[in-house]
């Protein structure tokens, strides 16, 4: 049971928008930044937005990360076959009952 | 550029340690940290712990204090996880991550992991 709650899976069509939300509390995405990571199959997690909506150099302007009280979304614009991949969310939790950094179960995104 | 090298894979039993290095290359080390993310078989991921290689303070995560132990070589650049008391559910791909001088979860380069499988 993760403490970010994301949707197991997602699909769209190439060219389409998908959106991935994520879920929180206040100790988390309520009170901090949100990260999201793509991970592609058999290779380590890449850092794809941080602090909400920030893209690291080299991430296509495609992919936007949004949050709203204690919610976040990733969405992705453009579809591509090549988009194909697990996203995470993670976040700073500042209650001391977990650990002080919680990831989201894990999205997996198909491009149909 | 900032790459993150991991050491190979390694098969422990029940009960046994394993200590992973990470070795880093590219940038200051010192100037960073560096968390550990462990990822068992189909699951997602779960943070560790993270370490400062400017001072060696550390922040583990609740349920694995007392078996795990991070590290830093400040002269090779090197950073360490060593986990004690392994059982199958320890069983993972575990990552290297570079990350802030004070824990958060942000992390912008990534080791390319490193195996632990755990059986009898």
């Known amino acids: 049971q993760s403490v970010l709650t994301q949707p197991p899976s997602a699909s769209g069509t190439p060219g389409q928008r998908v959106t991935i939300s994520c879920s929180g509390s206040?100790?988390?995405?309520?009170?901090?930044?949100v990260y999201w990571y793509q991970q592609l199959p058999g290779t380590a997690p890449k850092l794809l937005i941080y602090?909400?909506?920030q893209r690291p150099s080299g991430v296509p302007d495609r992919f936007s990360g949004s949050k709203s009280g204690t919610s976040a979304s990733l969405a992705i614009s453009g579809l591509r076959s090549e988009d194909e991949a697990d996203y995470y969310c993670?976040?700073?939790?500042?209650?001391?009952?977990?650990?002080?950094?919680?990831f989201g179960g894990g999205t997996k995104l198909t491009v149909l | 550029q900032v790459q993150l090298v991991q050491s190979g894979a390694e098969v422990k039993k029940p009960g046994a340690s394993v200590k992973v290095s990470c070795k880093a290359s590219?940038?200051?080390?010192?100037?960073?940290?560096i968390s550990w993310v462990r990822q068992a078989p189909g699951q997602g991921l779960e943070w560790m712990g993270w370490?400062?290689?400017?001072?060696?303070?550390?922040n583990y995560a609740q349920k694995l204090q007392g078996r795990v132990t991070m590290t830093t070589d400040t002269s090779t650049s090197t950073a360490y996880m060593e986990l004690r008391s392994l059982r199958s559910d320890d069983t993972a791909v575990y990552y290297c991550?570079?990350?802030?001088?004070?824990?958060?979860?942000?992390?912008?380069?990534w080791g390319q992991g490193t195996l632990v499988t755990v059986s009898s």
């Open positions: 991550a570079r990350g802030g001088v004070v824990p958060a979860a942000q992390f912008d380069y």
């Open positions: 590219g940038y200051t080390f010192t100037s960073y940290g």
């Open positions: 370490i400062s290689a400017y001072n060696g303070n550390t």
């Open positions: 206040s100790s988390n995405i309520g009170s901090n930044y």
């Open positions: 602090r909400n909506n």
């Open positions: 993670a976040a700073w939790d500042d209650s001391l009952s977990g650990p002080p950094v919680v």
